[in-house]
């Protein structure tokens, strides 16, 4: 077994290509096997979010602070909150982010392959949807 601290988890910038605003990364369990479920907690600054995504495997998240949305291609946007569960099903496009006024901090797992990024950021009409 192996215990890690709050301190022992290494906090990292989130690539910037694929991020709009303050995201910060802390791996809680990164397989080897990039196959294999892949656990992160993703700190985002208030009105910070994703670019447009999708998940080869689906992704499930949980938030852990503050308030965020999550909004699918067509448009349809849930507000998310501590506590809130989301199921994205493998390869349906989507982003996630904090809402303007808070931070939000979730869980996200991840397994069958890397995020797919598409070309595109989550521009401010998209955001303020
Ligand atoms: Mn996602």
């Known amino acids: 077994m192996d215990f890690l601290g709050a301190g022992d988890v290494v906090w990292e910038d989130a690539p910037g290509e694929h991020f709009t605003g303050a995201v910060r990364f802390g791996p809680l369990y990164s397989p080897q096997d990039p196959e294999d479920l892949n656990v ?16 080869p495997g689906g992704q499930v998240i949980y938030v852990t602070e503050g308030a965020g949305w999550v909004v699918k291609g067509d448009g349809t946007r849930a507000e998310i909150t501590a506590g809130d569960v989301v199921h994205a099903p493998p390869g349906e496009v989507h982003w996630h982010g904090a809402r303007p006024n808070s931070h939000m901090v979730h869980l996200s797992l991840t397994w069958r392959g890397a995020t797919e990024w598409d070309p595109r950021s989550v521009s401010d009409e998209e955001y303020e949807g």
Do not use: E, N, P
């Open 40 to 55: 992160l907690a993703v700190h985002f600054s208030a009105g910070a979010r994703t670019d447009w995504h999708s998940h």
